[in-house]
């Protein structure tokens, strides 16, 4: 009995640690793979036998409760990556959170109260602890003697195996455990407590940042296509000079990969809004909820009377807000594990959508209606190539109970971007933030008029719908103006969403939209959100195209037949019906259906299936996305490649 110490704190902690794994596992995961579950035990095994050595030298009276105050602490973080992924769809690193944390304090009672009731399970083994703390007594005369060397070597050799596991099952676990880049993947596969370690690991020594492009194969040769009318040529000697001359092998590993992808095509769409006036709304929160013929005419008519994507995508990363608008001007992919735009915000982005605009002679605004409290968007913006940026200071709103009025914005906006001949104009708005559970002015304002149509819904949707009538009024002024100035036809509206209402379940904003507007059913549906473009003299039709918001920027880029290069971004042009949606965990969607990377499952959509090395060549797509991406961000690339935001176009100077 020389080890009865040893063995009651290896064999409480064990039980209590995999307690909490197998809590948070099934409800993150619903399933695991033997592997992954002899993975995750032999992990904790290990963990389990450290910590138990380490406590076995104090007493056991404080052993006890310390060994209960662990599990409590892995119970916590389990509950915390629990909501972090239903908060904001994605779990986090502490790199997210400590970028993140002092910027959301506001949000914590909201974070809390928004949990569901099973995250708390990943409290009951410490509970458990607790109550067998206090019903069972220790003989505290047992001392541990010295340690054997053979347990050393146990702990060595679970260790090794836990880990070489992750390379015998998938080489993708294997680049994401060395790269640190999937947060969701990496859960799945090798467990909370395991995920814990890596993380505060790469915390503090770093992950692989090794460029590394997957090969994707083709099902076929195809014949070389003869040029035509839809071609576009780009003159590549001053890259390619600029490649062969580059020292550094990150950057040139960048610049073979972008200049050997495809060159997209012309379509009927390019040019058809060339020269005119562009309005790009990132809309908060706006879901399609929101538009309603009675409450909001104004977006009625524009969803009803131009382009309507009713199979648009809304990805959540890690920022939501920020990074929609990111992804949105840029067409690149977030990193996974910060706040990207609070860390590459003072790059160079010569291939962002509003400097292709400026590089056309437009003049170009930003506009938000909140202080540059959550993301450094002055500094953002002006690397974008925004002329002027201005919030909710510059722009002398009275601030009012809540996120401010849509409707101030846009009057306080329109004389700005109006005075310029030709003007590109970003508006961020905030008045259908949540919450909706509280008293807002604007939560509020509007319950009368609701009430004649809809007096059945609940409070927290009415004050939904308040908010989306203060936005639609600001559309509906934003049109009178227009055409009162003579300039509506020669202005195009654009609004997207950053995300669905937060804390707002997903059946009450299923059961309060209009199905006929787009099906949401299945993986994923949730994210669908309205993606419009409007002009007044355009015929009006309904894209059915799979797209995201990674689509937007070589999509308008097109329409206004603007001086790009589609090999810089990761969306393409949506009515070329190539697009592929990336979400943060590494799933896509394509125009056949969707892939569950954790699952390693793709779910068709009706009449539409993929072969096994499609789907293999997609994956490829999306793994090189993310690789490309950070290495564009880290590095700043387009800080050494800053004439691609300018193209040589061959067609277009003749």
Not at 176 to 186: S, V
Not at 377 to 395: F, M, N, P, Q, T
Request: charged share 25%; with cysteine; aromatic share 16%.
């Amino acid at each position: 009995m020389k080890y009865k110490v040893l063995i009651i704190n290896f064999l409480s902690l064990l039980i209590g640690l995999l307690g909490v794994e197998l809590i948070f596992h099934l409800i993150a995961f619903n399933s695991g793979d033997l592997m992954t579950l002899i993975r995750i035990f032999v992990y904790n095994c290990t963990l389990s036998l450290i910590l138990g050595c380490l406590l076995s030298f104090i007493p056991r009276k404080i052993t006890k409760w310390v060994i209960m105050a662990i599990v409590l602490i892995f119970g916590i973080y389990g509950f915390v990556e629990l909501e972090f992924k239903n908060f904001l769809d994605n779990y986090y690193s502490f790199a997210a959170v400590s970028d993140g944390a002092g910027r959301v304090n506001e949000y914590v009672l909201y974070f809390i109260q928004d949990a569901k009731i099973e995250y708390y399970l990943c409290l009951l083994p410490a509970a458990g602890l607790l109550v067998f703390n206090l019903i069972y007594r220790y003989d505290d005369r047992l001392t541990l003697q010295p340690v054997p060397a053979i347990i050393g070597l146990v702990l060595i050799v679970l260790y090794a195996l836990a880990n070489y596991s992750l390379t015998t099952i998938d080489e993708t676990i294997d680049k994401t455990y060395r790269r640190f880049n999937n947060t969701e993947l990496l859960l799945n596969k090798i467990g909370l407590n395991h995920f814990l370690g890596r993380d505060l690991f790469v915390l503090g020594f770093g992950a692989d940042s090794t460029i590394e492009i997957n090969t994707i194969e083709n099902e076929q040769d195809k014949p070389k296509e003869p040029k035509d009318i839809y071609s576009r040529e780009i003159d590549d000697a001053k890259w390619q000079q600029a490649r062969d001359e580059e020292e550094d092998k990150d950057i040139r590993a960048i610049d073979n990969y972008l200049m050997n992808r495809k060159i997209d095509k012309k379509n009927d769409h390019t040019g058809q809004f060339a020269d005119k006036n562009f309005i790009y709304f990132l809309v908060e929160s706006l879901d399609y909820m929101a538009i309603d013929p009675d409450l909001t005419p104004n977006l009625y008519k524009i969803m009803n009377e131009g382009y309507h994507f009713n199979n648009h995508y809304t990805p959540r990363y890690s920022c939501t807000t920020g990074e929609s608008e990111f992804i949105a001007m840029t067409s690149l992919v977030p990193y996974l594990d910060v706040c990207t735009p609070n860390y590459v915000y003072d790059n160079t982005y010569p291939e962002a959508l509003s400097m292709l605009f400026k590089n056309d002679g437009y003049d170009t605004y930003s506009f938000h209606n909140w202080y540059d409290e959550f993301y450094e968007r002055d500094a953002e913006h002006k690397s974008w190539g925004i002329d002027e940026y201005y919030d909710v200071g510059d722009l002398g709103i009275r601030l009012i109970n809540g996120w401010q009025s849509d409707l101030t914005l846009i009057q306080k906006a329109y004389p700005i971007f109006t005075q310029s001949e030709r003007f590109f104009s970003f508006v961020i708005t905030s008045s259908m933030h949540f919450p909706y559970d509280k008293y807002s002015y604007l939560g509020e304002v509007y319950f009368d008029e609701i009430n004649k149509y809809h007096p059945e819904y609940p409070t927290e949707i009415k004050r939904y719908l308040s908010k989306s009538i203060e936005f639609d009024r600001s559309i509906g002024w934003l049109l009178a103006e227009l055409e009162k100035d003579g300039i509506l036809e020669d202005t195009v509206i654009c609004i997207f969403s950053d995300h669905h209402p937060f804390h707002l379940t997903y059946d009450a904003i299923i059961s309060h939209s209009d199905s006929s507007y787009a099906d949401r059913s299945g993986l994923y549906g949730n994210d669908k959100t309205p993606f419009i473009i409007y002009h007044a003299k355009t015929k009006a039709k309904t894209i059915e195209n799979v797209c995201s918001t990674f689509d937007q920027v070589p999509t308008i880029a097109n329409l206004f037949d603007l001086n790009y290069d589609p090999r810089l971004y990761f969306g393409k042009d949506i009515f070329l019906d190539e697009s592929l949606v990336i979400y943060p965990n590494s799933d896509w969607i394509s125009k056949e259906g969707v892939y569950s990377i954790s699952k390693d499952t793709f779910y068709p959509f009706d009449g539409n299936e993929l072969s096994e090395r499609e789907i293999a060549n997609k994956r490829a797509e999306v793994e090189n996305a993310y690789s490309i991406s950070y290495a564009v961000m880290d590095h700043d690339y387009f800080s050494y490649r800053s004439f691609l935001g300018d193209p040589l176009l061959k067609d277009k100077e003749q």
